[in-house]
């Protein structure tokens, strides 16, 4: 089976500083998708960035880009100019053919 | 966009009686839709895949007579909690891929609380 793991449960930034978020993951397979999600308070999931593996390019979406590096399986987040609301948990997942893996999670907290 | 509108978004209940949870996929068809369980400060853990006109693949570990999952249409998905204790009592989420490896759409969850 796929794993996820997220190595930082607590991540901590200074407000308008730059955090990135670690993740590795475990996968035979070479088409697959990964996504970086936020969960507030409210639980509601939210979609951050997400990259298909068979993509070089990493994706960006405005604050929030990822280093993904296929052959090391990693898929790291940066958040740039962090803001109060960037607060959350952030989970990493991994999904291929209707198979949806997460990882433990790490909770991101901005420090004003 | 795509959204998925699972109701109730809080239930209480009665040990030993069962609560019905709804996954709806409101403008897209949604032929599967994953359940997941989340405890507090936790990952999301799935449990099973429900398939649209077949048997839903529970994950290891997990009841199947336990947890009722029906995916009747292609709307619609349920996850029944049948003779609830609490110890089943958890955040329930539900999600399904709008389209073929599309990033999932989540439902705002249910908090079930048994008592």
């Known amino acids: 089976a796929q794993t996820v793991t997220q190595s930082q449960p607590e991540m901590s930034v200074q407000e308008a500083e730059t955090v990135t978020l670690s993740c590795t993951y475990d996968t035979s397979e070479s088409d697959y998708y990964l996504f970086w999600y936020k969960q507030p308070p409210s639980r509601q999931m939210i979609l951050v960035i997400r990259?298909?593996?068979?993509?070089?390019q990493n994706a960006t979406e405005n604050r929030f880009s990822v280093n993904f590096q296929k052959a090391a399986k990693s898929f790291s987040l940066k958040i740039s100019d962090s803001q109060l609301g960037d607060a959350a948990m952030y989970f990493c997942a991994y999904y291929n053919n209707n198979d949806m893996r997460f990882g433990a999670g790490t909770r991101l907290t901005v420090k004003p | 966009g795509a959204v998925v509108s699972q109701h109730p978004s809080r239930v209480i209940c009665k040990s030993g009686t069962s609560v019905k949870i709804e996954c709806r996929s409101l403008d897209f068809q949604a032929t599967t839709m994953f359940w997941y369980r989340q405890f507090p400060k936790q990952s999301l853990m799935l449990m099973a895949t429900s398939n649209e006109g077949s048997k839903a693949t529970y994950e290891q570990g997990v009841e199947k007579d336990k947890f009722l999952i029906n995916h009747a249409s292609l709307t619609l998905s349920t996850l029944t909690v049948t003779s609830a204790h609490p110890e089943d009592s958890s955040f329930y989420i539900c999600?399904?891929?709008?389209?073929?490896?599309?990033?999932?759409?989540f439902g705002n969850g249910t908090r079930l609380t048994v008592t």
């Open positions: 990259q298909e593996a068979y993509k070089q």
């Open positions: 999600s399904a891929p709008g389209q073929p490896n599309s990033p999932l759409h």
